[in-house]
C-alpha cells in the first residue's frame, strides 16, 4: 500500500523488479548497465569496445574495415546485460524484449542518429536452429525496437542457410568463404536502395554482421548499420581494468 502511494504508476523494474520512477529499469540496474562507459569507448567503425584513451579503431577493422557502416551496442557482453541476455534467450524470458529493445532504441538514437533507417531486419536464425528455441529473439528485439521507435520491421526479407563460423582464426580466403551464402535475401525489391538496420543480440567476431550485410548488399541494399545489445572488449596485452 505505502509502496502503491510512494510510486503510483506501480511500476517495477523488469529485472529485479524494484521500484522505478520512469523508464523500465531501477536506478542500480541502470547504473551497473551503464557502468562500462567509465572504462571503455566503442571502435568508430565495429564498436567493438577499447579502453578509454587509447585509440579509436580497433585492431581488427585497422586490418579489414567491415562492410557495414557503423556498428553500436548498449555494452559488453559481461556483468547484468550478460544475464539479461541469457534470460531472454535460454530461459524464455520474453517479457525481456521490450525494456532492452528500449535500450536498443536509445542506442540507435544516441549512436546512429544521422538519419532514419527505411527497414529494421532481425537476424535470423536457422530454421532448426528456431525449431529449438521457437522465438528469434533478434526478432523481438527488432519488433520492440521498431514500435519504439515507430520504424517498420521485417523479419522475412532474408533468412539464414547455416551458422557462420568465428572468423578470427581463418585465413582471408577461408574468411570470404565462410561468410558466403550464409544468408540469403528472399525480397530484394523490400532491399534496394534502402537504409537498413541490423539487430542481433550480440556481436563477437563481426561474422555474422558482416555476412548478413554482404547478402543486403547484394540485393541492392543502400547502407547496412548494426545495433546488437552486446559486443565484445578488444583484449590488450598491457591493459587491466
Ligand atoms: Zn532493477
Ligand atoms: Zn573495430
Redesign the pocket.
Known sequence: MLLSWLFPRGKA??????P?HQGF??????QQLLDWQQHYHPCLYCGRLLPLGKQAVCNQCREELPPFQKARSVGPYQGLLKEMIWALKYQGRRSLATPLGHLLAGVVVRELGSGRPDLVIPVPLTSTRLRVRTFNQAELLALALGQELDLPVNGEVMFRVRETAPQVNLSRRSRWQNLGGAFKVTAPGKITGRHLLLVDDVLTTGATASACTRALQAAGAADVAVVTLATGIENLPCFSP
Open positions: 523494474c523488469s529485472w529485479c523488479g524494484r522505478v529499469f531501477c536506478t542500480s540496474c541502470r
